[in-house]
């Protein structure tokens, strides 16, 4: 995925997450999260410290039963939380791809621990 694909599949998720009704259960909720996952993986790869820092808590650690306003509460301040990630990766795509302007390789893959094997000259592999 190159960086134009990767930043126009990050702002919508990043806008829509704000639309969501505030339920983890609801479906909307389960295809937006999946998706945004998937895109972040994508753009960064499984490791990147921004991908690692989605694990967002939606719900809280302890609540009344039947208390809603628990769940609603937690998830409506987990959304800035979501927004902000989601912000740190289009400004880290677009500096990934500003350092990689002169490389021939797509320069979403230059990401920390995500590039493939330099090729120095055919035939010959060197990491770094």
């Known amino acids: 995925m190159n960086h134009e694909d990767a930043i126009k599949r990050l702002f919508p998720v990043r806008d829509e997450v704000a639309t969501l009704p505030p339920s983890t259960s609801s479906a909307e909720f389960n295809s937006w999260e999946p998706r945004t996952r998937s895109a972040l993986t994508r753009a960064l790869g499984e490791k990147h410290y921004i991908t690692q820092r989605f ?12 208390d809603t306003i628990a769940f609603t509460s937690t998830f409506r301040g987990t959304v800035p939380e979501a927004q902000r990630i989601l912000d740190a990766a289009i400004a880290e795509i677009e500096l990934l791809a500003e350092e990689g302007a002169g490389s021939t390789a797509p320069p979403i893959v230059t990401a920390r621990g995500n590039a493939p094997p330099r090729q120095t000259n055919p035939g010959t592999v060197t990491t770094g």
């Open 55 to 66: 694990k967002t808590k939606w719900t809280p650690s302890a609540y009344g039963l039947g």
